[in-house]
């Protein structure tokens, strides 16, 4: 499958919006409100508490109502649509003080610890319900074979980030706020642009959209072609996208014929294989999981016949139930508190260890070159990850960024180059690591389609339940690495969070930290990477059943439609299409 340039180049500038607000505020926000507001340490606590709870909430509600939408737009666009001015105004309202003055009814503290939990909370909320949609569509308009690419475009859109990312830092004066304010309010604009115009121009199937195919692309007898669909031909009603939109992606190839009757002989063997299909994860609910016959009309799709908690609460139970996305949530969670580390203590570890011996323009530069360097090894990684899959590609990641872990710690804080190497390889290698776990949750919403025999993908509510257990690192590792570095002797006194008189003893602490930390973080993340079983031959075998249940549904579809008035008798259907569904037939058994 190869997405329309417009299409595209929609999904990068979506990103670069996305991207560039989450990066800019996880920057800022802590050394903000802890060094430049004042903000004390037991405000910081009740804000990442009220934080915690409200990001255990919006993902999975944000991803059942998106899942469910009635919306003849799509699932993914009107989110993105909607939600990006909000996303705009919310990323402002950190950079903006409350009044510090008391007044009758509320402390000037109590004001401030309210502005930083409003601030989280609503950024969070806009956020969440945006870069859900934006996920979601890594898995609604395109196939395994195809993410990789998709995602390595996107990756792009991150390496553009970094020049806002880099000049923001430069303009952050603590004692003269102002160009930074209104550099950030060309930034909310910039980014609502460029989500605004992005979801205009995203391509959902079945939604009046149409991904341009090469007329001369075929499905060849390999591992990596296999599992590359044409096209995604799930359709609004759960079932399968319209007899003519199909046609509309067939190569131009007149000599590409199919009969009839070669359609109803693989059809049959194709009901005989979903019929073999066994509940893995658990026994089916029979009103989730039933695949919808023939003639069945929109309101008979099963998850459109269920509304409410209780249904919400069902399909959790279901996902909760799939033993690989149990142990993915553990590795994923663990990667969130690294992500938080990383980039929320940025600046001060910077500050800290390396402020007495290089000038401040080269510690500025690290920004820049951490915020480039993240998305372009995602990009140079992206060949190998489509190669070998992206689950050796993570588990090597792990394994480096533990080797380096070890050898910083062991030379010792006096060696700073090597200790400024580390802080930014840190964070490369933890946010370009980050960016392929898309892939595997994409590559477990197929694993539930197959086995659950679902209508439709549960793409959003995978995404949300995912991070309704993971994006509570972000709070917990905040809190986490203040603690420890109290310990060491940093403390809050009345204008910032800083180290006390014994700096020797804080600077130790710091290192300590930025060492073990993702350290520990990596031997548990292999330690569960280990067991987790979607991957070589297994996940094949998935990309090839997902394959065959389309390809059944697309042929009902087009028995349905063969007598109509709007199909034509002598359309054809593309030989590259049966030759595919051949290779499925003797891989789907695996």
């Avoid at 066994?278 to 039933?290: E, K, P, R, Y």
């Avoid at 979607?534 to 697309?554: D, M, P």
Wanted: include cysteine; aromatic fraction near 14%.
């Amino acid at each position: 499958m190869a997405l329309s340039r417009t299409a595209t180049l929609a999904y990068v500038v979506s990103k670069l919006g996305i991207g560039v607000t989450s990066q800019i505020f996880n920057l800022f926000y802590v050394d903000l409100y802890l060094n430049v507001y004042g903000l004390t340490q037991w405000w910081f606590a009740v804000g990442q508490i009220v934080y915690f709870v409200w990001n255990s909430v919006n993902d999975p509600l944000f991803g059942w109502l998106q899942d469910n939408s009635t919306s003849d737009k799509g699932r993914r666009s009107p989110a993105i649509y909607y939600g990006a001015p909000l996303l705009a105004i919310s990323f402002l309202v950190p950079f903006f003080r409350p009044s510090a003055a008391d007044s009758d009814w509320m402390t000037a503290e109590t004001r401030l610890g309210l502005h930083f939990t409003l601030a989280l909370c609503l950024f969070d909320g806009f956020w969440t319900y945006v870069c859900l949609a934006h996920s979601a569509l890594l898995t609604d308009t395109c196939y395994s074979g195809d993410r990789a690419q998709l995602l390595q475009y996107g990756e792009y859109g991150t390496v553009l980030s970094a020049l806002p990312v880099f000049v923001s830092y430069v303009l952050f004066d603590k004692s003269n706020l102002l160009p930074f304010q209104l550099y950030m309010l060309s930034v909310a604009l910039f980014a609502f642009g460029a989500m605004w115009w992005g979801s205009r121009h995203t391509v959902e199937l079945g939604y009046g959209g149409h991904h341009h195919i090469d007329g001369k692309a075929r499905v060849e007898a390999s591992s990596s072609s296999s599992s590359s669909m044409k096209d995604n031909i799930s359709g609004n009603d759960g079932t399968v996208d319209s007899y003519v939109t199909m046609l509309e992606l067939r190569p131009s190839s007149s000599s590409d014929n199919l009969s009839s009757s070669t359609l109803r002989h693989h059809k049959h063997h194709q009901h005989q294989r979903d019929g073999s299909d066994d509940g893995s994860f658990g026994s089916n609910h029979a009103l989730l999981s039933s695949t919808p016959k023939r003639g069945a009309t929109t309101t008979s799709t099963t998850i459109a016949a269920l509304s409410g908690f209780w249904a919400w609460w069902h399909v959790v139970k279901q996902i909760l139930a799939h033993r690989n996305f149990r142990l993915f949530v553990g590795v994923n969670f663990v990667q969130v508190c690294n992500m938080a580390f990383a980039s929320n203590f940025f600046t001060m570890i910077e500050a800290q260890l390396l402020g007495g011996v290089f000038t401040s323009s080269f510690r500025g530069s690290l920004v820049l070159v951490t915020e480039v360097l993240s998305p372009l090894l995602s990009i140079l990684l992206s060949p190998h990850v489509i190669r070998f899959g992206s689950y050796r590609v993570i588990k090597i990641m792990f394994v480096v960024k533990l080797v380096l872990a070890c050898l910083t710690y062991a030379m010792g804080q006096q060696h700073l180059l090597f200790v400024a190497f580390f802080l930014l390889a840190n964070r490369v290698l933890t946010s370009s690591t980050f960016n392929f776990f898309n892939l595997s949750v994409s590559d477990l919403v197929d694993e539930d389609f197959v086995h659950r025999r679902r209508a439709k993908s549960m793409a959003a509510m995978y995404f949300g339940t995912n991070a309704l257990f993971t994006k509570p690192g972000y709070s917990f590792a905040p809190m986490f690495v203040v603690r420890v570095l109290a310990h060491y002797g940093y403390d809050h006194d009345k204008s910032k969070f800083r180290a006390k008189a014994d700096g020797a003893r804080a600077r130790h602490g710091m290192f300590v930290l930025l060492c073990l930390f993702p350290a520990v973080s990596c031997v548990v993340q292999l330690l569960l990477w280990r067991r987790y079983t979607l991957h070589g031959t297994h996940l094949e075998s998935v990309k090839n059943r997902v394959y065959a249940r389309h390809l059944s549904r697309y042929r009902d579809k087009f028995d349905n439609n063969n007598n109509s008035s709007n199909v034509d008798a002598g359309d054809e259907l593309p030989v590259d299409v049966l030759a595919a569904d051949d290779l499925s037939d003797h891989s789907s058994d695996e």
